[in-house]
C-alpha cells in the first residue's frame, strides 16, 4: 500500500508537501512500513512508521532515517478503536482537505513548527 497524504498548515494556511505513506505485507509475513516528503515545503526526510497506543489512543510515529528519532506522531479518529493495526482503510478522507481532524505532529524537527498540522490523502 501506498498513499500521498497531502500536509497543511492551519495556522498559516500553507501547503507543506506531500507525506507519502507506505506499508507492505511479505510473503513470509515480515511488514515493511515507510514514510518520505516528497515535494513542497515537507523536507527530504524519511523513515518507518510504526503503530502506538497512547493515553490518547492509537497514533503512528514516525522515525527518521537522519537522525534516528522519533519526529512526528500523527493521529486519526479513525484510529480510536483501540485495535492495533486500526481497521483499514488507514488513511482515508476526513472531511474538508484543509480543516481536518486528522493530524501531524513534529517533534524534532529543524525548522519545522512544532504546531499541529492536519493531512488528507491527495
Sequence with gaps: MFVFLRVWDEF?????????????????????AGWEWVGGAGGRDGGTWKWINTSEGV???????????????MSSPKWNSGLIPPPQPWFAKDGDALFSHNRVRYLKQLGRPNNFLCWNPR
Design 12 to 32: 498559516v494556511q500553507k501547503d507543506m508537501g506531500m507525506l507519502e505513506m507506505s506499508h507492505n505485507v511479505w510473503p513470509r509475513g515480515e511488514v515493511s
Design 59 to 73: 497514533k503512528a510515529e514516525l522515525t527518521s532515517n537522519i537522525i534516528k528519532d522519533v519526529v512526528a506522531v
